[in-house]
């Protein structure tokens, strides 16, 4: 019996770290789908485990937002984080024969992106 209840507490886990990964990944094409500048091809998407962090304050979330990244518009607009713990996702990509990494900052809800570098 008590092992028939650890296995469906795994199991009921396991299928919620799966659905959060599956949004932050969602959330995060549309934002590089919006966001990459016109014209820009990329290929062969690959993502990171979803991860949680502590370390990111307003003032490296300002940075991020001004010096933007390579291959993305310039003057994006993001939401306001006010959570102290934001969830990162890595993502490589091949553009022009070359494998490209970024990482991106989502909220709590993993509906939008706050920042990425």
């Known amino acids: 019996m008590r092992a028939r209840n650890i296995i469906i507490s795994i199991g009921i886990l396991l299928s919620v770290s799966c659905g959060q990964q599956y949004d932050a990944e969602q959330t995060v094409?549309?934002?590089v789908e919006e966001n990459m500048e016109e014209g820009v091809q990329i290929a062969d998407r690959d993502f990171a485990d979803l991860g949680q962090t502590r370390h990111i304050n307003d003032s490296l979330i300002a940075l991020m937002h001004q010096r933007g990244a390579p291959l993305?518009?310039?003057g994006i607009?993001?939401?306001?984080?006010?959570q102290n713990e934001l969830f990162y996702?890595?993502?490589?990509?091949?553009?022009?024969?070359d494998t490209l990494q970024n990482t991106f900052y989502l909220n709590?809800?993993?509906?939008?992106?706050?920042a990425f570098k």
């Not at 996702?89 to 024969?97: A, C, E, K, N």
């Open 29 to 31: 094409k549309a934002f």
């Open 72 to 74: 993305f518009k310039q």
């Open 77 to 82: 607009t993001y939401p306001t984080a006010s």
């Open 108 to 114: 709590q809800e993993l509906t939008e992106v706050v």
């Open 89 to 97: 996702l890595r993502m490589r990509y091949v553009h022009d024969g």
